[in-house]
């Protein structure tokens, strides 16, 4: 009660979690009933039926009796910040915060991997990075917490310093700076100073740990010079204290041998992709800077696997007594042209089975949905796609959506395999643009859904997650 700055009705309540969704809530959690898309307080009578110890409400719900352990506040939002930041301030925890253009979750995901074999580490679910997400992340931390990371996003200006001030972070990270909410900003520029800001939330003392290699790296510098004790770019960048100095790309992997300072390592990751060694470079680097041990972490990112939907490589079976298959990159949850031309990079480079399927040899297919929140510029961005060098290496493209109809219009003849209105209508017929061989990449933003596409493969056959995994956002 304290903590939110709110009166409490009912009988004394003690929570073990806490939750703001009633299909997920646990016995025990408080339940905070946000306004979203619904109103929380429409369901705080469900989830005390499911066993919630109490409900942050700011008025007593219909259907709610007046004597439920209700904890009241003036605004749900503000009270469940106020949490968070007393979650927040009793920690020990050395605090990481990350954000960027591309590569937040999987940069959070490799923290939360290696740290966790050194330390209690507590770290944000899925990808809850906004105004919601990030007190929420802090409020269910536990006390006794060793390592916190906390995953920071934004759609436009000005969302990104109070989340930052809100986590307090000893280490921040931008892992890259791209073409992505352009509909928000004015230009790219703009994007590395919003992205930049997140060095103000740093604690006394703290680290800034940026992409050394974008071209906007000299404004995320600058920021990090009004904001933190120390600045440390990373890439291959000359200049980068966290240097790549050789980035081996195979068909399985990619090797990094680096140096931090006068230290040098050798890294391993289980799947290729430039942009992978670089988000693994900064996530070992700022395990180090918050005081594990660097070279226990440099072994242990090559065990990290890819969160579904970003990237995942599956093997889709058609035919198992032959062990004849589909290779399916599922990158289906979010992009932007940066993301993108890394996606399709790894589907040129993919190998494809020999002399399998109706087609004599198996093909590099790419199923991709649009790209949002680009702003006016949306359709250049996506017709620019056909002109990548990597399109050389792939077979067909399939197109999906309204705006990913500039890069149908752009493709030459012997690429330009089919365009969709909807994911709904590929999802339909996807079996009739493959074969056992093929090695399809579907990717897309959320709001494109072409997850509905991935699931579609799927159920051509039986999906085995291989041993090959890659991401891109």
Not at 203 to 228: K, S
Not at 321 to 331: E, F, S
Not at 332 to 353: I, R
Request: include cysteine.
């Amino acid at each position: 009660m304290a903590a939110v700055g709110g009166s409490s009705s009912g009988p004394a309540w003690e929570a073990s979690g806490i939750s703001i969704d009633t299909r997920t809530l646990e016995p025990g959690d408080l339940f905070v009933a946000l306004r979203d898309t619904r109103d929380g307080h429409d369901f705080v009578a469900d989830a005390f039926r499911k066993g919630a110890a109490a409900a942050l409400v700011s008025r007593i719900p219909e259907g709610v009796a007046q004597d439920s352990p209700l904890l009241i506040c003036d605004e749900v939002q503000s009270g469940l910040e106020r949490l968070a930041a007393a979650a927040r301030a009793r920690t020990e925890a050395k605090v990481i915060a990350v954000t960027g253009s591309a590569g937040k979750t999987s940069t959070k995901e490799m923290l939360r991997h290696v740290l966790g074999r050194q330390g209690r580490t507590h770290a944000s679910e899925a990808s809850f990075n906004n105004h919601w997400g990030v007190p929420l992340t802090l409020a269910r931390m536990p006390f006794d917490s060793e390592f916190a990371v906390i995953e920071i996003g934004m759609n436009r200006p000005g969302e990104i310093v109070p989340l930052a001030r809100m986590a307090r972070p000893h280490v921040a990270i931008v892992t890259t700076v791209a073409a992505a909410h352009l509909e928000a900003f004015s230009g790219i520029e703009e994007i590395a100073i919003e992205k930049g800001s997140i060095f103000q939330g740093l604690e006394p003392g703290g680290v800034a740990l940026f992409n050394a290699d974008v071209e906007t790296a000299p404004i995320l510098e600058a920021e990090a010079r009004l904001h933190a004790a120390r600045q440390v770019g990373f890439g291959e960048s000359a200049q980068a204290v966290l240097r790549a100095e050789r980035v081996t790309l195979t068909a399985e992997a990619s090797v990094v041998e680096g140096r931090l300072e006068d230290g040098s390592f050798l890294m391993k990751i289980g799947a290729p992709g430039w942009h992978l060694a670089m988000n693994a470079m900064s996530a070992i680097g700022a395990a180090s800077l918050v005081g594990a041990d660097m070279d226990i972490a440099v072994c242990d990112i090559g065990s990290w696997n890819v969160p579904m939907g970003r990237g995942r490589r599956e093997t889709v079976l058609l035919d198992p007594v032959d062990n004849l298959g589909i290779k399916l990159i599922d990158d289906a949850f979010n992009a932007n042209p940066a993301s993108m031309a890394a996606a399709l990079e790894v589907l040129a480079a993919t190998e494809t089975a020999a002399g399998a399927g109706r087609t004599g040899g198996g093909r590099r297919i790419a199923m991709l949905g649009d790209m949002l929140e680009l702003g006016s510029g949306e359709a250049v961005l996506h017709s620019e796609l056909a002109d990548h060098s990597a399109m050389e290496g792939i077979d067909r493209v399939v197109c999906v959506g309204q705006r990913m109809r500039a890069l149908y219009d752009a493709l030459p003849g012997e690429r330009q395999k089919s365009w969709f209105e909807t994911a709904e209508e590929l999802a339909r017929t996807v079996h009739k643009h493959l074969a056992a061989g093929d090695v399809v990449l579907v990717k897309g933003s959320k709001g494109s859904s072409v997850s509905l596409v991935a699931d579609a493969i799927r159920a051509l056959g039986r999906a085995h997650v291989g041993d090959e995994q890659k991401e891109l956002d």
